[in-house]
């Protein structure tokens, strides 16, 4: 078991950035971020699986950008062009392995307390 610690929510105007961080106790195979807004299922935004492979949710390809720091085992995601929709609670998930991607969000068995992201427009 994995615990996972989140940061840097907050609120933005629509067309700004944040960029959220979350710090594992150990190394996992695959890592990502999902997002549940009130009175919604949650949905996988992007994932992160050994050193480079990468996957994203089609509303946030081209404005979000995930990255992982091995050494820190730390997972981040950079948001920019940030849109009222995109408004939700954010949690930093993992798992040891089948197939990382954010529509798999069942093999997710570790995850973080969350963090809010608020973008008003």
């Known amino acids: 078991q994995v615990q996972l610690v989140e940061s840097g929510g907050g609120s933005v105007q629509a067309g700004g950035s944040l960029r959220l961080s979350c710090v594992a106790s150990g190394y996992t195979y695959c890592m990502g971020w999902f997002r549940q807004a009130p009175g919604k299922q949650r949905e996988g935004v992007a994932t992160?699986?050994?050193?480079?492979?990468?996957n994203y949710a089609d509303s946030v390809k081209g404005r979000f950008t995930i990255s992982k720091d091995n050494a820190k085992n730390t997972l981040n995601l950079q948001m920019n062009s940030l849109k009222p929709e995109d408004t939700a609670m954010y949690y930093c998930?993992?798992?040891?392995?089948?197939?990382?991607?954010?529509?798999?969000?069942?093999?997710?068995?570790?995850w973080g307390q969350g963090t809010q992201v608020t973008v008003s427009s």
């Open positions: 992160h699986a050994m050193y480079t492979v990468t």
């Open positions: 998930a993992a798992s040891p392995g089948g197939r990382c991607h954010p529509g798999n969000v069942g093999d997710f068995g570790d």
